[in-house]
């Protein structure tokens, strides 16, 4: 990548940490990236391009900053407290407001919409990967859907992010509940194979309690 076009993505981020995104234009951005306005559409195309360019550009970058530390949780909890510690960091380097502007920007920006998206399923890809390593052989494998629960993990975490902007002591709270679920899963992993395989039984049967009947 040319040293102009990395000046414009940091620029993009720039002007949206600074300005939100009601006032990031080509201006503002050319501004904060010490370069030429008219390179933002000669190389981007347009300032919604260049902005969903950036926001995947940074995410690629602070999610292979995590990878070892992704690859090295042993458990839920661990899981728990990565996210804990990557949250306190991205709200540090001003990620979080860009977040927020990114998807607030989306809900009506269809050209917004695609690259947040893709964003956000690089983390989700990545704590799919740890979920699938940690909860193979246990219990709660037969009963979740692992690519459904790392969406979910993926959007509490975001959700989480911007909650704590307006009610931090509510975000706490419900960090605590997601902690006390892994110790759950953690105290099912450890019992022993007959109530291991009680829990499965009853698992099934529930599972296939809830399964739609066929035509009469």
Known sequence: ???TKQ??????????????VT???ARTIAAAAGANQALVFYHYGSVDELLGAACLSATRQRVSAYADRFAAVGSLRELLQVGLDLHAAELAEGNVSVLAQMLAAAQTGERLA??????????????????NRL???SPVAEVADIPGLARAVSAAFVGLEL???????????????????????EVVDELGPLARRALRAKVKSHLKEREPSGPA
């Open 114 to 131: 695609e690259p947040t998206a893709a964003a956000l399923q690089l983390w989700t890809d990545e704590i799919q990967i740890v979920l």
């Open 135 to 137: 909860l193979t052989g």
């Open 163 to 185: 909650f704590e902007g307006v009610d931090r002591d509510g975000a706490r709270q419900a960090l605590a509940a997601l902690d006390q679920l892994a110790v759950l899963v």
């Open 23 to 25: 006032g990031v234009s």
């Open 7 to 20: 000046r414009l993505l940091d620029g993009a981020l720039t002007a949206l940490r600074e300005h939100g």
């Open 1 to 3: 990548m040319s040293d």
